[in-house]
Structures are given as C-alpha cells and as structure tokens.
C-alpha cells in the first residue's frame, strides 16, 4: 500500500536525519549553525552507507531488517541524549528564524523564492512521472533495483557496457536503493534528489564560511554554486554527479571546522563524508586521501597530547576503512583495486580492468575526433541549450573561476591555508574524470566532471567583500534560473505537475498546520499522528498520479518530446509496447540481450524490470561453453552455438527473451525456430520483441505438427 510505503519511508528518514543530529551532539559538536548542519548531514550518509554495507553484506537488505537497525540506533541516541538535543534543537531554530530575518531585511526573499519556484517544479514533475534519464535506465537504478529486489549483492553477467557497470563503486548507487527500499519502487527518488541537492546547498554554505566568507556574501556564492544548470538538469536524475558535489561540499566544510583545536567531532562527520565521496566514483578518492591524512594527523597530535577521546579516533578509523572498502573488495576479487578501470602508471599498464571499458577510455570503442578546445569550451559554458537537450553546460559560472583564484590570492595573508587546502581538493577531483577520447566524444555532458572544482572558485570568491563581488554572484545566480529552466517537458510532464501539486500542497501545509496546533496545545504527540497520517493519505493520491501516467510518460519519451538531461538514444526507446506489457501482477523472469549500437549503452534494463520491480532479470551466453563475451567482437558470433544457448535458456526457466535493438543474433535464432519460441509483444519490425519461451512439450507438439 502506498500510504504505508510513506509512512515507513517517513520513519526511515527520520531515524537517519534524527540519529545523525543526536550523534553529532554525542560527539560534542556544540557548536550550531552551518557546522551541525554538515556534520549531521555528513554522519547521515555515512551511517547510511555502512547500514547498506552491514545488511547487504549479510544478505537482508529489507525494509523490515532496515527498521531493525535504524530504530533501535535512534532510540538508543535518543534515549542518551533527550535534554540535551531539545536544547540544541531550540538554539538551531531560534538560528535559523534570526538568518531567515536578516535575509528578508537584506531583500534575498524574492529571488529566493523564485528559486525554490523552479527547484519545486523539477521535484514534483520527479513526483509525477518515472525515471527518464539514460544512464538510470541503463545501469544507476538497475543496480540499485536488484538490490532492493534480492537483498544482496548478486552477480548479473552480461557483455558489453553491462560487463563495467556491474563492477562500478557502489556508495552512489546504494543512496538510490535506500530510496527505492520502502515503496519496492521509484517513487521516492525525486524526494532523495532534493536531500542530496539540499545536502549541496548546506555543504556550499558551510564551506564558504569554513573559508572565511561574511555570510551575506557566502548566501549567493552557495545559491550559485547549486542552481549551476547542470546540476539543476540532474536533479532527479538519479545520477551520482550531485551526490559527489554534495559530500565534497560537506566534507570541505567540516575539514575547515577541524582546523581549529578541540574539534574532534568534526574530524569524525568530515571523514564519514570524505569515506563515502570515496566510494562513488575514483576521483573522490584522490579527495579521501588528502582530507583523510589531515584528519589523521589531527588525531594523531590530539592523541599525543592526551586530548583525543578513543571513541572519537574509533570512528575515525571505521570511516576510514569504510571509504577503502570498495577498493579492498576490488582487489580481493579482481586483482587490482581500481576494477573495472585499467590501471596505468608513468606509461606502464599496471592493470587492463574490464576490455570494454579499456576499449572506451582509448577511443577504440567510439567514432571521436582528435579534441576540439573550442567546442568543449562552448559544451561545457553552454551545451546545446534549446537544441534537444536541457542546459547541460556550466553556463557564465565558469567565466566566474577567475573571480575566485583572484580572491585566493588577494586573501592570502588571512586566509591561504584554507584556501590552498579547497583548492588543491577540488583540484584533485579532475585527476580522475575522463579520457581525451571521452572528452571529446561526451563534451555536450562533460561538465558534470568539473563541478567540484568550479564550485571551488565560486565559494572562493565569496571571500571579496566588494560590492561588485555581491552583485556579480546574485546576478550569477538569477542568470542560472534561467538556464535551470527544462527543456523535456511535454504535455503530459505539466499535466502531472498539476496533478500532483494539490496534494503536495494539501498534504505539506496541513502536517505543518497539524504540528503547530499540537505545539501550541501542548499535545504534540496527537499532532504529530495525525500530521503522519495526513501525509500518508497525501503519498496516496501522488502514487495514483504516478501510476496512471507512468507509461503515457514513456510513450512521450518514445516519441523523444519527454526527457531528462537529453533525449533516449533511438531506436531503443521504442521498446515502450515491451515494457508495458511486462509489467503485470505477477512477477516474471526475463533474458535480456540487445545488440551492439553506441559503445554498448544501448540496453534498456530498468523498465523491464517492473514498477514494482517484480520482474526478475538475466541474461544467457550465446557462447559454446557459457562464457559471456562483448557483442563488440566479431568473434563472438562467429562461434555463437544456438543449442547450448537453447539448453541454458530452458536451464534459466525464464518466462521470455526479451530482444532491445538493434536485433542481436538471438532474435534471429528465435524467428528461425518458431517451434520454440513466440513473439508475444514488440514492434513491426522486431526491434524491440518479448519472445515467450514455449514449453517442451508445446514445443514438440508444434514440431510433431
């Protein structure tokens, strides 16, 4: 049931978000402000991921054993430290009500609310329609689905980019599985965009006042730094591009904090942060490294001089491992601890990784052209705005970079060290972004791999307190809500932002009302039920909205009008009569397969999987001996063996082969054999076709026939 589905997403968060405030008071971060917003926002992902370690480890990655965890954690917190944290809740909103007042008196309401205009309207369209960004089809939400599905980490074979995306770092993708656990499906993932983007915001704040910023300049250099139009165009994307922009934030912003003596539980919420950046794609741990030697020293000295409480320093080292994990794991299985990446030092091929992945880095697998530095200047200031793609670009944000190097310069005397400290972390961010291969073959979306070290100058520039400085950031700023605006919204996106903006509004303002009734009562528990079950009510009429336009949503996307970032790659999409007819009641086990079209990234797995993500997915060699091998080579099909694939398919027991363009050598068997198998749905031009797998003896009723 939806409404129960919220409430336990609901209770979830809440035992995040609540246990990570209460142990950030148990680690004596007294002081309130941006520096226990990041703490408490860096221990939430952290606990987050190692509780998606500790129960995906075990083989319980389940609401019920997630509960299991998270509520007798909080409950234990809670019960240690009731008194303190209603004190330190009080201080913080009495805070936050003093910078809300200073911010109308400084008139930053009306661009302000034009902001939050333009990042509700991305959530509730979130809410209102399903997944429609590529690589989430592809592999983000695959990976994430079949967590949630098995409750473990199982191993899908499959050729070509399947063959990597498998083996990629799992701490981005795990944030998605937690917001798919409650409801068995996507529907909270728009909410868990606007955490992350929130957690950006939050961390950009902090790390300019880390750095020394007043904060009526540090307000407008945040905004900038999270309303730059990629970052708005990857919003509910369900990418990890936000989510390592927000914990490199967060990270920054505590590491500054720990500078100063005594402050043991910031090195603990800074490492938390700078282990799971790690854990998300390579070139965080470059980040890890840096920030992780700083804190360690810093304990080290405060271990000397006796001042260093041991629970701190434990913590500091489980962080610590918790960031090495992924690499550790990759080693032990793989061989080197960069698996799937090939490894190369000084020239010297140290490790080849995964083949296709190696083949894409050098260019083998892609038509590229030697490096345009024009063109990638114009892609990452301006993509291809109003050409059928959102603004995926940086935008005049990057003509700003200059502003911030300057002011690292011109307050070195006060502020180098911190200065020098961001810039070389962000810095160290670019050390593993792309190929010149992929530079140039994916320079329209490239600037997500910039995004730390642009957000650095901007923070940096905040530290000029000229009024041209102010004003050159608020103009930034109102400049991205412009480019902010999407482009892939059809009818039908607005039809469900419609829809759906009643009940958000219903809902929000009637739990808010609820609370404030009890609080002025002094009955906040009876508030605070009914405020639940309101919002309960509210995800009700949201999940009907979702699920009546879920597949006219596809078909839009079919047609290339609905989209996130950029259109789907054609004609892939049109497996949309595939999709639909799969996603029944009962639950079926499907083969997948697809051939070979733009390096590999043309399988579609994620809608096959089932709103409820009730479908389970395969895929069966075509090999002899069953070993999978890239439709890329031409030797695969050359010794492709119809019988043994035949036997594992039966083997497998699937329900259909479902075949995704273009036709791979399977649709051809399968055509050729209509005494074994049927073409149930799909296309005219079986492109896109689900084959059902007829039974042995139906199969021979027709062959005897």
């Not at 234990?76 to 430290?81: I, K, P, T």
Request: one cysteine or more; glycine letters at 10%; charged letters at 15%.
């Amino acid at each position: 049931m939806p409404c129960l589905s919220a409430l336990f997403a609901l209770l979830l968060l809440c035992c995040c978000i609540g246990g990570a405030y209460l142990l950030a008071l148990e680690l004596g971060i007294r002081r309130g402000g941006w520096a226990r917003a990041c703490a408490t926002l860096a221990l939430a992902y952290g606990l987050l991921i190692a509780a998606f370690e500790l129960l995906l480890g075990l083989g319980v990655f389940t609401l019920g054993a997630a509960l299991l965890v998270w509520v007798p954690f909080t409950g234990f917190l809670l019960a240690r430290g009731w008194a303190r944290a209603r004190m330190a809740l009080r201080w913080d909103v009495r805070r936050l009500r003093t910078m809300g007042r200073a911010m109308w008196r400084e008139q930053m309401h009306a661009p302000l609310a034009l902001g939050a205009l333009l990042v509700g309207a991305r959530l509730l369209r979130g809410l209102a329609i399903p997944p429609l960004a590529w690589d989430s089809l592809t592999y983000h939400l695959v990976k994430a689905g079949r967590w949630v599905q098995s409750g473990r980490d199982e191993i899908l074979l499959a050729p070509d980019a399947w063959s990597y995306y498998q083996y990629f770092l799992p701490y981005g993708d795990a944030l998605w599985a937690w917001a798919m656990l409650p409801d068995h499906g996507d529907g909270f993932l728009s909410p868990a965009g606007g955490l992350v983007w929130l957690s950006a915001l939050v961390g950009a704040y902090g790390t300019a006042r880390g750095l020394g910023a007043l904060w009526r300049m540090a307000v407008p250099a945040a905004l900038s730094t999270a309303f730059m139009p990629i970052v708005m165009a990857t919003l509910t994307a369900s990418y990890v591009d936000n989510t390592i922009l927000a914990l490199f934030l967060l990270a920054m912003a505590l590491l500054l904090a720990s500078l100063r003596p005594g402050r043991h539980g910031e090195r603990v919420a800074a490492m938390a942060a700078l282990a799971v950046l790690a854990g998300i794609k390579p070139g965080g741990l470059p980040v890890f490294c840096l920030g992780g030697a700083l804190v360690c020293w810093g304990v080290f000295q405060a271990w000397r001089s006796r001042q260093a409480p041991r629970f701190h320093a434990g913590l500091v080292m489980l962080a610590l491992l918790l960031g090495a994990l992924p690499y550790l794991r990759a080693w032990v299985l793989h061989g080197s601890p960069f698996f799937p990446w090939p490894l190369t030092l000084a020239g010297i091929r140290l490790s080849e990784g995964s083949p296709a992945l190696a083949g894409l880095e050098s260019g083998a697998l892609l038509n590229t052209t030697p490096l345009d530095v024009s063109e990638l200047a114009m892609a990452l200031l301006f993509s291809r705005f109003l050409a059928g793609t959102d603004h995926l670009g940086l935008g005049h944000a990057l003509l700003l970079a200059p502003v911030g190097l300057l002011a690292a310069v011109r307050t070195s005397r006060r502020w180098g060290a911190r200065s020098l400290l961001v810039l070389v972390c962000g810095a160290s961010t670019l050390l593993g972004s792309m190929s010149r291969q992929l530079w140039t073959a994916w320079g329209s979306t490239s600037s997500r791999f910039v995004l730390c070290m642009l957000a650095t100058c901007l923070l940096l520039a905040a530290l000029l307190e000229e009024e041209w400085v102010r004003l050159l950031l608020w103009g930034c700023f109102l400049l991205e809500l412009v480019l902010g605006l999407p482009c892939g919204w059809a009818w039908v996106d607005a039809r469900g932002v419609l829809l759906v903006l009643p009940a958000v509004l219903v809902t929000l303002g009637g739990a808010a009302a609820l609370v404030a009734w009890g609080l002025r009562r002094h009955w906040l528990l009876p508030g605070l039920l009914a405020a639940v079950i309101l919002l309960g009510g509210g995800w009700e009429a949201i999940a009907a909205v979702r699920a009546a336009l879920r597949y006219e949503v596809y078909a839009s996307a079919a047609k290339g009008e609905s989209y996130e970032l950029h259109a789907l790659f054609y004609p892939g999409r049109t497996a949309l009569p595939v999709w639909k007819a799969l996603d029944g009641e009962t639950p079926l086990r499907l083969a997948v397969t697809a051939g070979w079209e733009i390096s590999g990234h043309n399988w579609y797995w994620y809608p096959l999987m089932g709103s409820r993500l009730q479908n389970t997915l395969t895929y069966v060699p075509i090999s002899p001996d069953g070993v999978v091998r890239d439709y890329a080579l031409k030797d695969t099909f050359a010794q492709a063996d119809f019988p043994a694939w035949l036997r594992r398919v039966r083997e497998a027991r699937v329900d259909y082969v479902v075949t995704l363009a273009p036709a791979p050598i399977e649709a051809r068997w399968m055509a050729e054999h209509p005494e074994l198998f049927q073409p149930a749905f799909g296309d005219a031009k079986r492109d896109n076709v689900a084959w059902r797998v007829l039974p042995v003896a139906a199969a021979d009723g027709r062959d005897a026939r």
